[in-house]
């Protein structure tokens, strides 16, 4: 499970770039009907998470309570509400690629990163989520990097997905 | 001379293993050999062992080659495959392939052939003829042929269609929505994703005529978010379909007005049951309501609703084009048409297998699916998603329609098959059933969220016969009975079946994965 945040703890403060992803979001959804789900989604498209703060001026925008926002934040897997790593890592855990021993990956992820579900390396490269079937169940085991499906995933071919997500010229910046 | 036409899926499945690169290997070959080629992504034809799978049109009608990699390229362009040129990745006529000849393939007609970001190429194929058709008939004309069809839901529960379709249509005018479940949560299910990224158009013209049977003119897609490249090619359909005047305020020119909405989901599998969809689509958190009242007289935004699986609406055109006796005419009992079932798991042929309902289990494990793909002998198989029953081979003589699996203990549910060899421990696919459960409940309802959890811990404390096990029986009679849906209500399935046909696996503790 994704660590969910604590209603009643004090947020983190908005950046004013998440600010304005917020206005970007709710601009772009407010007058759909049952504009919550689409909102959330562009704004986890543009931050890579929900931030807790960013619950209050959703909720007033949309005229609901924040309890209410917080219910569905919390009720989808999708969401999440700590910031990922640079890459996100959705490995399939569903019947079909069990078969295809998917939970040999599970262990290689956590023997060469130290991770399991729901956790970010130590070097903030790579967020390891578990997903439920993503449609390749033929060419199982199946995983997701960055949006981008794999299939027939052996450990190489892991390790390559691990390899570029790691050394993605960005490790320094830490 | 002409360029030669030569197809490399775009199918998210076909990418998963490397099409994109092939695609591009071969754009790069050709421009290097100064060859005319018209390269066409198309849908994948369902032959997923052989994917990255690389057609060429040839006088003879079009070749395959495959898997290939885009190493492999340039060594097909010097065996001359533009001709279709003998190789080791050789096949022959595409359409000439035992997996292909043995089908009957009415829904997938055109996935794979046809380029799924053409109207144009979807009109030249066949497509639209359901819709014009319709717009000449009368709305209790197009539900009659629903009707007469037999058809049955494609997204598990198999509740004839004709019956929704009339409760729509009879409640009073003013809004009333088309609502597409395109949520596909089964493991070991793709025939959905297939259809939206291989022939949307279909999918649109489904619902398009639905919404002209029932007087509606909004349409609503919920489709998974885990299928990235579904959303961009129904949005890109979408799209096309608008410019062309197929959606908007007059259909075709009709004076009828129809439009989409698309809407992703989130990665709930409970959103793929019908009312916690209708949450979901409203932005709420996906709670399943009780019915009554049914979604067809209440359903999204409190207005009637016609709710439908993908494949049950890409049935539709073929219905009215060619009338419902037609599709009553395959199929048997009162199965009626064709089911696309999908191959998957531990599977030597996985693909997509449309077939008449009324072919055994085995004829499609063994003379589709070739058996394993780790060699090894199968043990059991899963069919109908998570919450349908593992069969093993002692039922593998069942004939595959949804009353003869009914009395054989499972369900054909959404047609996904998967398949396990020796080595799988039924225990610990019980357990995973369980858990699934608990991850997935929407959490109203105490036999469900609460005898989930507790079935996880009783399941773990089975080494062998004894107050555990008949612990675990009770735990699945609560649940199936004192269940407000299916999730809760049929979690027992998997778990029972498990423990019914393969007792020697809860013999014993708990076993190292691996
Ligand atoms: C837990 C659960 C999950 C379901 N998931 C799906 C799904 O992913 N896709 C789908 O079409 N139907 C799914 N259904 C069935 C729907 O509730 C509903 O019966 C169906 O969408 C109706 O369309 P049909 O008549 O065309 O089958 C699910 C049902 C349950 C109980
Ligand atoms: S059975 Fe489970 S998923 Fe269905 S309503 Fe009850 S708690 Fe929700
Ligand atoms: S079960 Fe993993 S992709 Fe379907």
């Known amino acids: ?174 | 001379m002409t360029a030669v036409k030569v197809f490399v899926p775009i199918d998210a499945a076909a990418r998963s293993v490397g099409a994109d690169e092939v695609a591009a290997a071969v754009q790069a070959e050709a421009k290097r050999l100064g060859v005319a080629i018209e390269l066409i992504r198309t849908g994948s034809r369902g032959m997923f062992w052989l994917e990255p799978l690389v057609e060429v049109a040839t006088a003879a009608g079009r070749v395959a080659y495959g898997p290939v990699t885009a190493a492999d390229v340039p060594g097909l362009f010097a065996a001359g495959f533009l001709q279709g040129g003998k190789h080791p990745l050789l096949h022959g006529k595409t359409e000439e392939l035992a997996f292909l000849k043995r089908q009957q393939r009415v829904t997938f007609a055109r996935v794979g052939v046809v380029d799924p970001r053409s109207l144009r190429d979807y009109e030249a194929h066949g497509g639209l003829r359901g819709l014009r058709a319709a717009l000449a008939m009368a709305p209790a004309q197009i539900v009659d042929e629903v009707m007469t069809s037999g058809l049955r839901g494609r997204g598990g529960a198999a509740f004839p269609a004709g019956i929704k379709w009339k409760t729509v249509a009879q409640q009073p005018p003013g809004q009333k929505y088309v609502v597409c479940n395109a949520d596909e949560g089964d493991s070991g299910t793709y025939s959905d994703r297939m259809v939206i990224e291989g022939d949307p158009f279909l999918l649109i013209e489904g619902m398009l005529i639905a919404g002209l049977a029932v007087g509606a003119d909004q349409g609503w897609i919920y489709l998974r978010s885990e299928y990235p490249d579904a959303e961009v090619a129904l949005m890109a359909a979408i799209d096309m379909a608008r410019r062309e005047g197929l959606l908007g305020k007059s259909v075709l020119g009709s004076g009828r007005a129809f439009d989409l909405h698309l809407r992703r989901g989130a990665g709930a599998y409970i959103c793929g049951e019908e009312t916690a969809m209708l949450e979901s689509l409203e932005g709420k958190r996906g709670m399943v309501r009780p019915k009554p009242p049914l979604p067809a007289i209440a359903g999204l935004f409190g207005k009637p609703s016609l709710i439908h699986n993908v494949m049950s609406l890409a049935a539709v055109p073929t219905i009215v084009e060619k009338g419902g006796a037609f599709h009553a005419g395959l199929g048997v009992g009162r199965s009626k048409g064709t089911l696309p079932f999908q191959l998957a798991g531990n599977v030597k042929h996985g693909g997509l297998v449309e077939v008449p309902f009324g072919m055994t289990l085995r004829e499609l494990l063994y003379d589709f699916g070739g058996g394993t793909a780790s060699g090894r002998p199968i043990k059991a198989v899963q069919v109908g998603g998570p919450l349908g029953a593992y069969l093993p081979p002692a039922k593998f003589d069942t004939p595959l329609d949804y009353e003869a699996f009914a009395q054989a203990g499972g369900m054909l549910g959404h047609g996904g098959i998967v398949v396990f060899d020796d080595t799988v421990d039924m225990k610990a696919m019980a357990r995973y059933a369980m858990e699934f459960c608990a991850v997935e409940s929407c959490g109203k309802c105490t036999p469900c969220r609460i005898g989930s959890t507790r079935g996880v811990e009783v399941i773990d404390q089975i080494a062998g016969p004894g107050p555990q096990v008949a612990l675990l029986r009770d735990l699945c009679d609560t649940m199936t009975h004192a269940s407000l849906c299916a999730m809760g209500g049929l979690t027992p399935m998997p778990v029972l079946s498990a423990l019914d046909h393969f007792p020697e696996d809860f013999a014993r503790g708990a076993r190292a994965r691996g």
């Open chain 1, 1 to 174: 499970m994704q660590p969910t945040a604590d209603p009643g703890a004090t947020p983190v403060p908005l950046t004013a770039a998440q600010r304005a992803a917020i206005d970007v979001a709710i601009a772009a959804c407010r007058d759909l009907p049952g504009a919550l789900l689409p909102l959330l989604h562009k704004l986890q498209e543009q931050l890579g998470y929900v931030p807790p703060a960013s619950i209050p001026p959703i909720a007033k925008a949309l005229g609901l309570s924040q309890a209410d926002v917080h219910g569905v934040i919390t009720f989808y897997h999708d969401f999440r509400t700590t910031p990922p790593g640079r890459h996100v890592v959705k490995l399939c855990r569903a019947e079909a690629c069990q078969a295809m021993g998917c939970q040999r990956l599970e262990q290689h992820v956590q023997d060469r990163l130290g991770i399991t579900f729901g956790q970010t390396s130590a070097d903030g490269a790579v967020t390891l989520e578990a997903v439920y079937c993503l449609g390749n169940c033929a060419l199982s085991p199946a995983l997701l990097v960055d949006g981008r499906l794999q299939g027939r995933v052996s450990k190489e071919r892991l390790d390559r997905v691990l390899d570029t997500c790691v050394h993605d010229g960005k490790e320094a910046q830490r």
